[in-house]
């Protein structure tokens, strides 16, 4: 039987998705975002890279609504890294205490003000490598202040990146750690789009491609999605199989 062209095959009453490469797969997301949301942004509010930086640190495992809920009163009280230095565990705690994991983050922010001060001439490094030296900053951290900030080729891999690329069939599917996605992404991704790619899939996660229960019918790009695929596309028997990373 001929290959078929085309994603979507119909032949009678059935359909079926063909087998997709990798590359197409990202070609067509491609396609679709920079069409349909050219210029994604954080949803985190922040007026400077200082703001940025905490309400990043604020938001692991925790949701940026919260965290834009806790912020402007402390920025407004803590306006600076010299300001974080400045303070105790007691006066900072409280403006943070509704956030995920509180005391841990409360003594993040302290050894961040300080390390900022002391080290860095108040000014948020630019670099990943450096970025990590601060308390409370991951790799992950790190890569959305360098890509946000500064515009650098980063790919941030947190929950919503991980889940929405294996299912979109944007990587390995055995992919176990941030690191293997984060690798895959930027590898396919093309450098000048990493800082976009990144939003875009964390947006369509937040929003439609959720954990517990995906919006699959109401997609916009389920047409190249290996989970829809896989689970909802109608089945024929002459099909070829989707590949399996």
């Not at 359909?15 to 994604?40: S, T």
């Not at 860095?120 to 308390?135: A, I, M, S």
């Not at 389920?222 to 896989?230: G, L």
Request: glycine residues 4%.
């Amino acid at each position: 039987m001929k290959r078929p062209e085309g994603p979507v095959v119909v032949f009678g009453a059935f359909a079926y998705f063909r087998a997709m490469l990798r590359k197409e797969r990202y070609r067509k997301l491609i396609a679709y975002f920079a069409q349909h949301q050219p210029d994604p942004e954080t949803e985190l509010q922040y007026r400077n890279p200082f703001e940025l930086l905490v309400a990043v640190v604020l938001s692991a495992q925790c949701t940026d609504k919260r965290v834009n809920m806790v912020t402007p009163a402390l920025f407004e009280k803590f306006p600076s890294p010299a300001h974080l230095a400045a303070s105790e565990f007691e006066e900072l705690f409280p403006y943070i205490r509704s956030i995920s994991y509180p005391n841990n983050k409360t003594k993040h922010l302290l050894g961040l003000g300080k390390m900022l001060t002391e080290v860095f001439n108040g000014e948020v490094p630019q670099t990943v490598e450096e970025l990590q030296k601060l308390p409370g900053v991951g790799r992950k951290t790190a890569n959305v202040i360098v890509s946000v900030l500064f515009d650098q080729p980063a790919m941030a891999v947190d929950t919503h990146v991980f889940r929405v690329s294996k299912r979109l069939g944007l990587v390995n599917q055995n992919a176990k750690t941030p690191l293997e996605v984060e690798k895959t992404l930027v590898s396919y991704l093309p450098k000048s789009l990493i800082p976009k790619a990144h939003h875009w899939l964390i947006l369509h996660g937040r929003y439609v491609c959720l954990a517990r229960k995906p919006k699959c019918k109401e997609c916009p790009i389920c047409e190249f999605c290996r989970y829809f695929e896989k689970n909802f596309a109608p089945k024929h028997s002459d099909s070829p199989s989707a590949p399996l990373n």
